[in-house]
């Protein structure tokens, strides 16, 4: 009896202790911004892809530059564009040079869509250098000019062209390049030439997670098509 006596008072004691003591707060997340370029939307439905593919629990706002004011309140910050010229934007370049000193503190991921992503193309240009392009090569200016902002993770990830909404100057540069290519431009004839690699955007999302975030790589993606 008096064994059932104490174990009573002892469950009373533990759940009066539960209910005193304050629970413990959640440990805080790392918080991300993820800054685009984009002007026909593939960066930035790439962009919004990204945040669904890290988490939404996970603390990453996405804008556009024109609403950057400030990176101070970030821990880290992803970097999308599109390609000008074998490059990222030129607005890129800007928000980087002007933001270099943080960011050269601070985790930086790039990425890029872009019309091709056979990283293993070499272009060969009369009195140029042959070099790679395509995909990830074309951070390779960007990182080069500001060696401070190292990235811990890059993609290139393709993109899409809907050639009927290319404005004048990007229509006649994707027919240039159609009538220079010696096997034929793969886009020609096509109203939408989609080169986006699904698995890139993923396996780009997870490194996000295990580098930057320190959580286990997702494996539950849900795809639609």
Not at 108 to 117: H, I, K, M, R, S
């Amino acid at each position: 009896m008096k064994l059932k006596t104490r174990t009573f008072y002892i469950v009373v004691l533990l759940m009066l202790a539960a209910l005193i003591t304050p629970p413990a707060a959640p440990a805080e997340g790392k918080k991300g911004l993820l800054v685009y370029s984009s002007i026909y939307g593939s960066t930035v439905e790439v962009a919004y892809w990204i945040k669904q593919l890290i988490g939404p629990e996970n603390l990453l706002d996405v804008k556009p530059l024109s609403q950057i004011i400030t990176i101070k309140p970030y821990d880290y910050v992803i970097i999308g564009s599109l390609i000008r010229n074998e490059k990222p934007a030129p607005e890129i370049y800007k928000f980087v040079e002007a933001n270099q000193d943080q960011l050269s503190r601070k985790e930086v991921a790039y990425f890029l869509t872009c019309g091709d992503n056979d990283e293993t193309q070499i272009l060969k240009t009369p009195g140029g250098t042959p070099h790679l392009i395509a995909g990830r090569n074309y951070l390779t200016d960007i990182m080069e000019k500001y060696p401070t902002v190292k990235p811990v993770v890059i993609g290139g990830f393709g993109g899409r062209q809907v050639m009927p909404t290319l404005n004048t100057k990007d229509a006649l540069f994707t027919w240039l390049l159609g009538k220079l290519a010696k096997e034929g431009a793969p886009w020609q004839g096509l109203d939408i030439w989609e080169s986006l690699m699904v698995e890139r955007v993923e396996v780009f999302a997870n490194q996000i997670r295990s580098t930057i975030l320190g959580l286990p790589a997702r494996e539950d993606w849900v795809r639609v098509g």
